[in-house]
């Protein structure tokens, strides 16, 4: 029972795409976490498959959170 998603880290995932997601043409409509999970609700343009998508969002976020966050390195090797 993990809950490494705490308010500033949050607030990071809230801010973190926009730069990466501008340069797919996507934009981050909706935002909404808890301290186990989030939801990003993205307008994408239809050639982007969405799990391309996911997995580039995910491969993105994941780094710069260990980078920014030291202690998720830890406890969350493979779950960011």
């Given amino acids: 029972d993990r ?3 705490t308010a500033p880290i949050l607030a990071r995932l809230q801010d973190g ?3 990466m997601l ?3 043409d996507c934009e981050l409509t909706e935002f ?9 609700l993205i307008a994408h343009p239809p050639h982007m498959p969405v ?4 997995r580039r969002l995910k491969r993105r976020s ?3 959170l260990r980078r920014e966050f030291p202690q998720l390195r ?3 090797r493979g779950h960011l």
């Fill in 3 to 5: 809950k490494a998603l």
């Fill in 17 to 19: 795409p926009d730069r």
């Fill in 22 to 24: 501008h340069a797919l």
């Fill in 32 to 40: 909404s976490g808890e301290r186990d999970h989030i939801h990003f």
């Fill in 51 to 54: 799990p391309e998508l996911a």
């Fill in 62 to 64: 994941a780094h710069v």
């Fill in 74 to 76: 830890r406890g969350c």
